[in-house]
């Protein structure tokens, strides 16, 4: 009798210590789970984590200054974003949106935003070296003093672009659309624009025309 008291107080115990480690473990595993769930809902958790962050919602984001070398935004929404300054050298943002996005100084050199929108944008001083935008709807895009030398453009929309004083050195513009965009002060040196669309195009005698002559260019 005295044996069976024993035995099953043993098997109690040892059914108390397993409830309470299943207890522990699924603890564990709850609280697991919000980290990998942040990652994966959260996208700034996955830009963050992964430097990529495809066809995430990412409007009104702060990214001023932001090392974002290299990231993987294809199909992104940064509407609005405020990217001033922000590092985006090599990143790939094909068919991302931007339109009215803050990119004033940033550095977007040799950036892929192929069939990218980006009106109304402000790209005032940016880096937008040998990137690039084919397709690309940069209509009312300011780009001021914006450094585009060597940029694919072919078949891009700038229509009522502002390029003034912007370098345009090498520039590929073929089938471009620039009807109305502002070329006062812009080099245009070597830059390709057959069968560009220049109706009411603006320049003054500081553009540089892709025959490296300076004046009001005769298309």
Same mark, same amino acid.
């Given at each position: 009798? @005295?044996?069976?008291?024993?035995?099953?107080?043993?098997?109690?115990?040892?059914?108390? =210590?397993?409830?309470?480690?299943?207890?522990? @473990?699924?603890?564990?595993?709850?609280?697991?789970?919000?980290?990998?769930?942040?990652?994966? &809902?959260?996208?700034?958790?996955?830009?963050?984590?992964? *430097?990529?962050?495809?066809?995430?919602?990412?409007? *009104?984001?702060?990214?001023?200054?932001? *090392?974002?070398?290299?990231?993987?935004?294809?199909?992104?929404?940064?509407?609005?974003?405020?990217?001033?300054?922000?590092?985006?050298?090599?990143?790939?943002?094909?068919?991302?949106?931007?339109?009215?996005?803050?990119?004033?100084?940033?550095? +977007?050199?040799? @950036? #892929?935003?192929?069939?990218?929108?980006?009106?109304?944008?402000?790209?005032?001083?940016?880096?937008?070296?040998?990137?690039?935008?084919?397709? =690309?709807?940069?209509?009312?895009?300011?780009?001021?003093?914006?450094?585009?030398?060597?940029?694919?453009?072919?078949?891009?929309?700038? =229509?009522?672009? #502002? +390029?003034?004083?912007?370098?345009?050195?090498?520039?590929?513009?073929?089938?471009?659309?620039?009807? &109305?965009?502002? +070329?006062?002060?812009? #080099?245009?040196?070597?830059? &390709?624009?057959? =069968?560009? *669309?220049?109706?009411? @195009?603006?320049? #003054?005698?500081?553009?540089?025309?892709?025959?490296?002559?300076?004046?009001?260019?005769?298309?």
């Amino acid at each position: 009798m @005295v044996m069976e008291e024993k035995t099953t107080a043993h098997r109690s115990r040892n059914r108390t =210590a397993q409830l309470l480690v299943a207890l522990f @473990v699924s603890l564990l595993l709850l609280l697991g789970v919000p980290s990998r769930a942040t990652e994966r &809902d959260d996208p700034l958790a996955r830009l963050h984590a992964t *430097n990529a962050c495809v066809g995430c919602y990412l409007a *009104n984001v702060y990214f001023v200054g932001a *090392n974002l070398l290299g990231a993987n935004l294809d199909k992104a929404d940064l509407t609005k974003a405020d990217l001033r300054k922000a590092i985006l050298i090599g990143a790939t943002l094909r068919e991302a949106k931007l339109d009215g996005a803050n990119l004033q100084g940033a550095n +977007l050199g040799g @950036v #892929d935003l192929r069939n990218a929108r980006l009106r109304g944008a402000d790209m005032n001083g940016a880096t937008v070296s040998r990137a690039n935008l084919m397709m =690309a709807d940069l209509s009312g895009v300011n780009l001021k003093g914006a450094k585009l030398d060597f940029v694919n453009l072919e078949g891009a929309n700038l =229509a009522g672009a #502002d +390029l003034a004083g912007a370098d345009l050195y090498e520039a590929k513009l073929t089938f471009a659309e620039l009807q &109305d965009a502002d +070329l006062r002060g812009t #080099d245009l040196s070597a830059a &390709d624009l057959t =069968a560009a *669309n220049l109706n009411g @195009v603006k320049t #003054d005698v500081r553009t540089t025309c892709p025959d490296f002559k300076t004046g009001s260019c005769e298309w």
